[in-house]
């Protein structure tokens, strides 16, 4: 049973617009989320996270939406750069468990 | 500042062979994960280490162990490598609470024949 589901496994966009990652999730318990990168041949790092106290978090070109009663998150990359081409995973965790729970990923290509 | 070390890159071994995933950090932190990630199937918990001292299974823990040899280190264990275990591996560290991120290695690619 996928607790966090990522159901775009890609995403194309052109250099200078938007990019929108989506991700739900099914365990009412998780009450913060985080979003990491991923390029080859290197390990995950963290991106932007969200407490479910909080509809929206910014971080420069990075935003984290979260719909608590959808249990729908997104990320917005405004503007989308080359260098953002990579594997993006959706992560929760719940309560006083510090496990994460990690999405699929999504793989996103910025076109020049 | 190297942050999460993993020993070795890269490994192939023969089903059967046993092998040990190294992995420290030098950041203080008190707990540690092993992952593994799979085509399609992200990121999955093997085992993890709440604090020195203790160790708790993940997700998917069989044909794994795990020693958390002291704060900085943990080791994951292939006692009798099979080819389901032909994955990619990511130690992580972090502090304790809820905003506390993981730090990941830059992960050991494992190939059992």
């Known amino acids: 049973d996928q607790q966090v589901k990522q159901n775009s496994p890609s995403l194309s966009v052109q250099e200078g617009r938007i990019s929108i990652l989506n991700c739900d999730y099914t365990n009412s318990m998780f009450d913060y989320f985080l979003w990491y990168k991923k390029y080859p041949a290197e390990g995950p790092t963290f991106l932007i996270s969200i407490s479910s106290i909080k509809d929206k978090n910014e971080d420069g070109r990075f935003t984290v939406f979260l719909n608590k009663s959808a249990k729908h998150l997104s990320l917005h990359i405004v503007p989308s750069q080359p260098g953002d081409s990579a594997v993006y995973f959706c992560a929760a965790k719940g309560g006083s468990n510090y496990k994460l729970t990690f999405g699929k990923g999504t793989l996103l290509t910025v076109n020049p | 500042n190297a942050g999460v070390t993993q020993t070795p890159k890269f490994q192939v071994l023969k089903t059967g062979q046993s092998m040990t995933l190294q992995c420290a950090q030098d950041?203080?932190?008190?707990?540690m994960y092993w992952y593994r990630q799979d085509p399609g199937m992200g990121l999955r918990l093997i085992y993890y280490?709440?604090?020195?001292?203790?160790?708790d299974k993940g997700e998917v823990p069989n044909g794994y162990n795990v020693s958390r040899l002291n704060k900085r280190e943990f080791s994951l264990r292939l006692e009798s490598a099979a080819p389901s275990q032909t994955s990619v591996y990511f130690c992580?560290?972090?502090?304790?609470?809820?905003?506390?991120?993981?730090?990941f290695g830059n992960g050991t690619r494992l190939t059992v024949t």
């Open positions: 950041m203080n932190h008190n707990s």
């Open positions: 280490s709440a604090s020195e001292g203790t160790t």
């Open positions: 992580a560290s972090s502090n304790r609470g809820q905003g506390s991120p993981l730090h």
